[in-house]
């Protein structure tokens, strides 16, 4: 009976050892053992927790670190992570090197800057906020996102107007799409000018050149806009042109018949080669002449 209790507790013994030097954790286990008397003899060094992450997961951890910058607003002061600006700004990376004198400072003051706008713009470049932009406040954060180069924001932003200006399309006045235009102009957004000039371009003449601000657009934008008008009501009056059935059977009859010109047949009865569908041409042509 003893025998059998000891032979038992051997196999369980045995299994459990195969099954441990199976496991992932065990060279693990192993490694942590044979360096205790390592780690007793060598003090270990301190690191920078953020060292250990990717920069990935620095973005992520970066709201719960130390604030170490003020940002001055006349009377008003708000603190913000510098690291963090300087990994998504060129211009904030040169305003806060040594050569600079901003960089030595721990308040930095931004005269003619609006406060509430710059906090939008800090919130959407600072990771751990899930605000979205809207109508109300892409305006006043395309100008930031320019000036201090923050190019993903800036990207962002332009997705969201160019979708603007596709989903309202003929429904933008022409006041509101030259004020659109000149933005992209502003800005060198250049698919959001590429829809605005669309959209341009179906309104007509006297609608979208009655405001002083169409003096504004470039000379260039404004060829673009004629052109693209001009372009695309060829295309409506080329699609209404038609071969005329009745010159195709004069044809056919002709060469039944063997005639050609010259022998008999009369270039004045010959029906029209054409025929331009005049109703067609003109329901085409309604989304080109919008009046708002």
Do not use: C
């Not at 441990?20 to 007793?40: G, W």
């Not at 008008?229 to 044809?251: T, Y």
Request: glycine content about 4%.
């Amino acid at each position: 009976m003893e025998l059998r209790h000891r032979m038992k507790h051997s196999i369980t013994d045995s299994l459990r050892t195969r099954e441990e030097e199976k496991s992932p954790r065990s060279a693990v286990s192993d490694d942590l053992n044979s360096n205790d008397e390592i780690e007793n003899e060598d003090a270990v060094k301190e690191e920078d927790p953020l060292e250990k992450l990717t920069s990935n997961e620095q973005n992520l951890a970066s709201p719960f670190t130390q604030q170490n910058v003020g940002l001055v607003f006349g009377n008003t002061k708000i603190f913000v992570q510098k690291e963090l600006l300087i990994a998504v700004s060129p211009v904030f990376k040169a305003m806060f090197s040594s050569s600079f004198l901003e960089g030595s400072k721990e308040e930095v003051p931004l005269p003619g800057k609006k406060l509430s706008h710059f906090v939008l713009f800090l919130r959407y470049l600072t990771p751990g906020f899930d605000d979205e932009l809207s109508e109300d406040n892409v305006h006043h954060m395309l100008p930031l996102a320019d000036e201090y180069q923050t190019d993903d924001l800036k990207k962002r932003i332009e997705d969201f107007l160019v979708d603007g200006v596709i989903s309202k399309s003929d429904s933008i006045t022409s006041e509101q799409i030259i004020l659109d235009i000149l933005e992209a102009e502003m800005y060198k957004l250049s698919d959001y000018l590429k829809e605005s000039i669309a959209v341009a371009s179906r309104k007509k003449f006297d609608s979208l050149t009655k405001s002083p601000k169409f003096e504004e657009i470039s000379q260039t934008t404004q060829s673009k806009i004629s052109f693209k008008r001009w372009k695309d009501i060829d295309k409506i009056f080329n699609k209404a042109v038609k071969v005329s059935p009745q010159f195709i059977r004069h044809q056919e009859t002709k060469v039944i018949h063997g005639y050609s010109r010259g022998f008999g047949s009369s270039v004045s009865n010959e029906p029209k080669q054409y025929e331009i569908d005049i109703k067609e041409v003109g329901e085409h042509l309604k989304k080109y002449m919008k009046e708002n």
